[in-house]
């Protein structure tokens, strides 16, 4: 059974930071793109970060570019997200998720076929 497990969130204040992670178990995702997306209260769930299998491309929504770092560890099978200068509008909850879809659309969630249950990030002013 694959499982994404996410961890990290947490009540932070603007403009400090936070790293989430996600742990995959059940297979293997080395050759996968992995993402981040977020969805906040009565908005759309979105595209914020994905990675590569090997972590050599990485691809960011303009709204966290500069200030986000998507990275990887295979052996651990966990991927992470740094992010930095949290504004309150980061407040959101946080989905891993793996893309076994052969396509280019890395900022299409329905790209992703395992999604892990979401982590809180709630930043206050």
């Known amino acids: 059974q694959v499982q994404l497990v996410e961890s990290g969130g947490g009540l932070v204040q603007a403009g400090g930071s936070v790293r989430l992670s996600c742990a995959a178990s059940?297979?293997?995702?080395?050759?996968?793109?992995m993402g981040w997306f977020r969805q906040a209260p009565g908005k759309e769930r979105e595209f914020v970060a994905t990675?590569?299998?090997?972590?050599?491309?990485?691809y960011y929504a303009d709204s966290v570019k500069g200030r986000s770092t998507i990275s990887r560890d295979n052996a651990k099978n966990t991927v992470y997200l740094q992010m930095n200068s949290l504004k309150p509008e980061d407040t959101a909850v946080y989905y891993c998720?793996?893309?076994?879809?052969?396509?280019?659309?890395?900022?299409?969630?329905?790209?992703?076929?395992?999604w892990g249950q979401g982590t809180q990030v709630t930043v206050s002013s």
């Open positions: 998720a793996a893309k076994t879809r052969s396509s280019p659309l890395y900022r299409s969630y329905s790209q992703y076929t395992y």
């Open positions: 059940g297979r293997t995702f080395s050759s996968n793109f």
């Open positions: 990675i590569s299998g090997s972590g050599d491309s990485t």
